[in-house]
């Protein structure tokens, strides 16, 4: 893309032109967003709620089926484990419908709350599996406790994460709006 004012090439994403100062009119020019747009207006709130389901079911200990109640008995400190961890899994459900705001409004903060979801998310669970050997003295490990899905979830996260990270870093221009 060129200036409007003095024909200077520009880079991708330049507000103002470096050679005369003139406004590029629209710094969105040369930028694919259909991956941003899918993000808050799809994406992010799909997640949400899945984190809320998710959050009510590790706190219901959902995962030990119909004999949660006697297992929660048997390990008092596993339901403390399973309660925590479901109201971090709803704290991180809330952050990405929050983080989708904040990316709606190009706040400079959208970007970063969206990696903070990102982050969160590969690291809730991590935390909750290494937490279920200590709350069950042993008798369940780390890899006992993590199936197949929530093997494929982690990878899913991480990689979330770096797409993420890569494309907003692209991007950082058109999030410049400060405040909160
Ligand atoms: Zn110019």
Not at 13 to 40: H, N
Not at 89 to 106: C, G, S
Request: net charge positive; hydrophobic share 55%; charged share 15%.
């Amino acid at each position: 893309m060129h200036c409007a004012n003095c024909n200077a090439a520009l880079t991708e994403g330049t507000a103002v032109c470096p050679r005369c100062g003139q406004r590029v009119e629209d710094p969105f020019l040369g930028f694919s967003m259909a991956w941003y747009k899918f993000l808050i207006n799809f994406a992010l709130w799909a997640s949400a709620a899945v984190g809320l389901i998710r959050g009510i079911r590790v706190m219901r200990g959902a995962a030990y089926g119909a004999y949660r109640e006697d297992i929660f008995l048997l390990f008092p400190k596993l339901k403390v484990v399973s309660i925590g961890a479901g109201c971090v899994v709803m704290a991180v459900a809330f952050l990405a419908v929050v983080a989708a705001q904040k990316l709606r409004a190009m706040k400079k903060s959208g970007p970063m709350l969206l990696l903070l979801f990102c982050g969160l998310n590969f690291l809730a669970p991590v935390a909750l599996l290494l937490l279920v050997p200590w709350a069950t003295g042993g008798t369940v490990g780390p890899l006992d406790a993590m199936n197949g899905l929530t093997a494929v979830s982690l990878l899913e996260s991480l990689l979330l994460f770096v797409i993420n990270l890569i494309y907003f870093k692209k991007r950082a221009v058109l999030f410049r709006q400060g405040g909160h």
